[in-house]
């Protein structure tokens, strides 16, 4: 009686001891389900990054190439106001107007300087090389004031765009000795002024290359 009352008693114990382990533990199909659960996640998740990134790349590629537009047509605007009056490196026998080279061009240009004055500034714009990327520099000087005489203030540099990795100019007139207009590389011609300079602006950002081109039509040399 009392073998058989020990039996019963171990027996519920094993019965327990069962009962708890199948309820607090994982079967191999709710294990395999929740593997499959985080495997969609995370691919859910690792293409939604991608195609974060993919947006990203195309935001910052219109920003650079809206800024490169914008530079284009600054210098544009800028180069079509060229003046013909000689520069400051004329000599008495040759009147230069308009001085050029594929990487910098100086011309003149009036500006106003506050409400009742006027002022001839010397432009030259130049891309200025430097360790890893490069900038497009603006550096204007005043020649003459039309109200009054002063003395000359001293050249003001600004930057028109930094991290650029080329500038490159071409001018379109009539040489000498030419009868016809063509496209040369520089410019230094006695009293003339170009017809038009077409240029390319180059920018290099995260590996990737980007670039804008324009062409000034200069308004003095088409009267």
Known sequence: MAVHSVRGRFASRMAK???CSSSDGFTLLEILVTLSIVALITGMTTA???QLRKVSQ???DHETQQQLDQTARYLERSI???MALPLDISQNQ???FFAGNPTQLSFLAGSRIGISEAALRTRQIRFSPGLGAGKIVQIMAVRRFQSDERSEQQPI???????ASDLRFEYFGRLAGQ???VWTDSWTQDRSLPMAVRFSVNVERNGKSYQSTGIAKIRAAQN
Do not use: K, M, P, W
């Not at 540099?157 to 991290?163: G, K, M, N, R, Y």
């Open 17 to 19: 001891r069962r009962a």
């Open 58 to 60: 195309i935001h910052h």
């Open 179 to 181: 009868s016809s207009a």
């Open 157 to 163: 540099s600004v930057t028109i765009l930094e991290h």
């Open 94 to 96: 040759n009147r230069v």
């Open 80 to 82: 079509e106001a060229a």
């Open 48 to 50: 939604f990054l991608g």
